[in-house]
């Protein structure tokens, strides 16, 4: 798989989303996870970004949710335990 590409399924949705250009969301697809029935697919000359998307299907919110918290977990990894208890110390 591309390393730019990821999936995120929540709610028994998975959405593909991928990194461009700087560290932007766009969405290409999003799937029923249970049968993979399609939801919404775009073109990649048109791939809406996060917040498009969530004008896009707000019903969504909790699968848009969890793709920010991934790409920010992704963009800046959480410090390991021990730097963690270095910093509260």
């Known amino acids: ?23 932007l969301i766009a969405i290409v697809a999003v799937h029923n996870a249970s049968d993979a ?15 498009h998307a969530r004008e896009l299907f707000p ?7 969890a793709v920010r918290h991934e790409f920010w977990t992704k963009l800046i990894p959480p410090l390991p335990l021990a730097a963690r208890k270095r910093v509260l110390a």
């Open 59 to 65: 019903e969504l919110a909790r699968l848009w949710d």
């Open 1 to 23: 798989m591309d390393k730019d590409l990821h999936r995120t399924e929540v709610d028994g949705f998975c959405v593909t989303w991928r990194l461009v250009q700087h560290h």
């Open 37 to 51: 029935s399609q939801v919404a697919s775009f073109c990649p000359s048109n791939y809406p970004d996060l917040a």
